[in-house]
């Protein structure tokens, strides 16, 4: 078989299945996010904060994904470790104009890569720097700046504005997420 062959198949018939953590401090706008990324006919007109944990899908490029929408109220950041080991990619969002919490969001995301069922695995990590459209948001590399996200090696890792209110970036960084997660799939010719 070809490679335009095999790439067909891949991106065509055989869909792979992702599944995918959305984690970030309560408040950052994780439920918003995957309810804008919904059908408009099946989006929630009222969202309230999360207790525990929700699961959602959605697609993009080819790639089926299953997120799991956890919690990031203090009580229940424990439940993030749960689903560590089977991640094949993580969202981590953030509320870039919440300043004064930008240090808690690096602990918890720092103390999420040192997991151990964590630490060392290559699966990609897309950072939405939130309510870009509130007064004083931080800009995306400010965003990365904060949080770190230079000195991380062992994943790929991207930083992406968006506003899960209106939708504006989310396609783009949902795109970048597909990308990484096929390409490391691909079928070496
Ligand atoms: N201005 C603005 N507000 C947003 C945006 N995204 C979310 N919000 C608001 O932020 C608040 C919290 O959003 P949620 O999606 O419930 O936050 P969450 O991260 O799921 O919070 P937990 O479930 O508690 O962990 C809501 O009032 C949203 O309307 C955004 O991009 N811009
Ligand atoms: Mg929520």
């Not at 151990?116 to 939130?130: K, S, Y």
């Not at 997660?181 to 691909?186: P, Q, T, W």
């Amino acid at each position: 078989m070809g490679l335009l062959d095999k790439l067909s198949t891949w991106l065509g018939k055989g869909r792979m299945e992702v599944t995918v953590l959305v984690l970030g401090l309560d408040n950052s706008g994780k439920s918003t996010m995957l309810n804008t990324l919904r059908p408009p006919e099946q989006r929630a007109q009222h969202l309230m904060p999360t207790v525990a944990q929700n699961h959602d899908s959605f697609q993009s490029g080819g790639v089926c994904f299953t997120a799991w929408d956890v919690s990031g109220a203090p009580r229940h950041r424990a439940l993030w470790e749960r689903h560590y080991r089977r991640a094949h990619a993580v969202i981590f969002v953030v509320d870039s104009a919440d300043h004064l919490r930008l240090v808690v969001a690096r602990e918890e995301l720092e103390l999420m890569l040192a997991h151990p069922d964590m630490c060392g695995r290559r699966i990609p990590l897309l950072v939405f720097a939130n309510k870009c459209d509130a007064p004083h948001a931080l800009a995306p590399m400010q965003i990365a700046a904060v949080l770190g996200l230079e000195r991380i090696t062992d994943k790929p890792w991207h930083v992406c504005a968006s506003s899960a209110l209106s939708g504006t970036g989310l396609a783009d960084g949902v795109a970048w997420l597909a990308r990484q997660i096929r390409d490391a799939h691909l079928p070496k010719s």
